[in-house]
Structure formats: C-alpha cells, structure tokens
C-alpha cells in the first residue's frame, strides 16, 4: 500500500528566505507526482507535475525535484513572500487513476 | 476556460439524511474524480468515474454513490449521513494523456 509522508507538518520562516519542503512516499512505482497549495477551506490548486520519467519541473520560484528510487521529492521555494502562506501537499499516483495524499505541510511567511 | 467547478459551496444536512453533491470538469477532460478531506488531513480517494463508468474505488462505503453523465460532469451521493462524513468533498479532472488532476473549490457538507 503506497503511503506518502511529508515533513514537516508546519513550517514558520521570515519573508525572503530560501525554503525545502520535503515528501516521501513508500512504492517507487508511480505514474507521477504533484505538488498542490491550498488556502484554509478552499480548493487545491495544482503547483507542479513531474512525470515518473522526469527528475524536476520549475514555475516562476518554485522547482521541485524528484528521485523514484530513493523515493523522495522535494519543493523548493524561493525568495519566499507572505502571500506563499499555505498548506502544501504533495501527492503520487500509484497508477494513471487515484492520487494518494501526504498530510500538508502548514507554511507560514512571516513579514 | 473554464476550471472544475463544484455545487454547492456548502451545505448542512441532518444525520441519516441523504445528499447530493456535483460536478463539472474542465474543458476537454473526460475523467471525474471525487475525494474527501477532513479537517487537518490530507485528502482521500473516494471513487473514479470515466466513461459513465465506476473505474477505481477507494475504502469507502457503499452509502457512497456517484454518476457520470455522457457530458463528462458527475455527481457524488452519499446516503445515511453520519456525523464523520461532515468534511470537504473536491471533485479532480483529468484527461488519459497522463496531465495530472486539477481540483475544483470543493463543497462543504456539515452534518448535525
């Protein structure tokens, strides 16, 4: 049973600060990996997707990474804002159908 | 373009009551997926609809039910409520090119 882990559960820093948020999931075999932010009581909006094939995607000030073997991914935010307070959540997809979720790492940027 | 969007936004109902929750998605994606999320947690994989058809289906009940219509949107019902269902229910599309999940707001069912 794949089983996706994120560390840590919450996460203060002040603004401008470069920051890794970290993933780990437990069956190497997926068909891909998201990244998603949400916003209290709101939706989930997809960040970055890196297919199995893939080693990193980047958008704007976000790169995630991504390593099947050693079954670990990585989110790395730069030059952090207020506005990048969030809860991240990562997620694998065992097979091309149901995504299976970590628990969110809560990020606070502090001004 | 527009994303997936879900009805209602919110929604309280009564233990035992039963509910329906839609769903429409994204233009030219033919695959509906439903999840819950409880408070804190990270979300769960209900059920998968693609061609009017249940393909995978999480450790749910079966008081948890959904449809897919031929125009692609859906609709999740849950019957018998229970004070544990009282969650945020979001609804992913997708395509079979392997795009990834996009996720509509989500509604939110409070159960009394």
């Known amino acids: 049973k794949q089983e996706v882990t994120q560390i840590p559960a919450a996460l203060s820093v002040p603004e401008g600060e470069n920051l890794v948020l970290n993933c780990s999931f437990t069956?190497?075999?997926?068909?891909?990996l998201q990244w998603f932010r949400q916003d209290p009581g709101k939706g989930l909006t997809s960040l970055l997707l890196?297919?199995?094939?893939?080693r990193e995607q980047t958008s704007g000030r976000l790169n995630a990474s991504l390593d099947k073997s050693s079954g670990r991914s990585t989110l790395y935010i730069a030059a952090s804002q207020p506005g990048d307070s969030a809860t991240y959540l990562c997620?694998?997809?065992?097979?091309?159908?149901?995504?299976?979720f970590g628990q969110g790492t809560r990020l606070t940027i502090n001004p | 373009d527009a994303g997936v969007t879900q009805s209602p936004t919110h929604l309280i109902k009564t233990r035992g009551q039963q509910v329906t929750l839609r769903c429409s998605p994204k233009?030219?994606?033919?695959?509906v997926s439903w999840y819950q999320q409880a408070l804190g947690q990270g979300p769960q994989f209900i059920f998968q609809y693609y061609e009017e058809e249940e393909r995978q289906r999480g450790n749910f009940p079966d008081r948890f039910s959904g449809h897919q219509f031929p125009n692609y949107s859906s609709e999740l019902n849950v019957n018998a409520l229970l004070l544990g269902d009282s969650a945020l229910y979001l609804c992913?599309?997708?395509?079979?090119?392997?795009?990834?999940?996009?996720f509509g707001p989500g509604t939110r069912l409070t159960v009394t």
């Open positions: 233009s030219g994606h033919d695959t």
């Open positions: 997620a694998v997809t065992p097979g091309a159908q149901k995504l299976v």
């Open positions: 890196i297919q199995s094939s893939q």
């Open positions: 069956d190497s075999a997926i068909y891909n």
């Open positions: 992913a599309s997708s395509s079979g090119t392997g795009g990834g999940q996009y």
